[in-house]
């Protein structure tokens, strides 16, 4: 069975542009969340979707937006991109909102120059 | 106060040694709480999950601490594949989210 499939693996920005990052949870799963994680620390909840619905936000600013499709996979889009935007992007699938079951995905790894 | 801290370590030690280090994390109200192991410039998964009166899985054993709001993780007879970074992850009632800690590096050597 297939994982958390996430594309790109990596990718290079300039600042101002804007990136679009996909997911594709496991088979069944209804959830989708994504964080971010800058090097060193651990990751930051950034959203949650569960049935095409975003259930949570953390503290990140509008510059961060996300959707859920039909199918259920996931795209977590950036504007505006900032030097602080460089970390690794990882999505998690779990059938439902609650805290167990999650997978994660091997994430981006966005580098913002 | 950062939700979740944890010891950066990093940890060093020989093969079949036993390491233990702690987590605190700052909200009582906290439910569910988690060990997630994380190879470097891998992906976070899931050790364990750790229940109010500690569990075990293998050379692994959790503790959970209310009074305290602290989450320990010891580890036995150290394999070299132990080295990770291990993330402890707390997560509120009704939460969305899961709140993890900066990681404690343990490397394991021969």
């Known amino acids: 069975d297939a994982g958390v499939t996430q594309s790109p693996t990596h990718l290079i920005k300039t600042r101002g542009q804007h990136v679009t990052l996909r997911c594709s949870p496991i088979?069944?799963?209804?959830?989708v969340s994504w964080y971010q994680q800058v090097l060193g620390q651990g990751p930051q909840f950034i959203f949650q979707?569960?049935?095409?619905?975003?259930?949570g936000r953390g503290n990140f600013p509008d510059r961060f937006s996300a959707r859920q499709f039909p199918n259920y996979s996931s795209e977590l889009n950036v504007n505006a991109l900032l030097l602080g935007d460089s970390a690794l992007y990882l999505c998690?699938?779990?059938f439902g909102t609650g805290p167990y079951g999650y997978t994660f995905g091997s994430g981006t790894r966005l580098t913002v120059v | 106060r950062k939700e979740v801290e944890q010891d950066p370590g990093p940890f060093n030690v020989p093969e079949g040694a036993t390491v233990a280090f702690n987590c605190t994390y700052s909200n009582s109200a906290s439910q569910s709480f988690f060990w997630y192991r994380q190879d470097c410039r891998k992906e976070p998964k899931l050790l364990m999950s750790?229940?109010?009166s500690g569990n075990e899985d293998g050379r692994f054993t959790a503790q959970l601490n209310r009074a305290s709001q602290y989450i320990s993780l010891l580890i036995r007879d150290s394999k070299l594949s132990d080295s990770a970074t291990y993330l402890c992850v707390v997560n509120l009632p009704n939460d969305y989210k899961l709140s993890f800690g900066a990681g404690t590096t343990v490397t394991v050597r021969a």
């Open positions: 998690a699938s779990s």
């Open positions: 088979s069944g799963h209804k959830s």
């Open positions: 750790v229940y109010s």
């Open positions: 979707y569960y049935e095409k619905e975003e259930r």
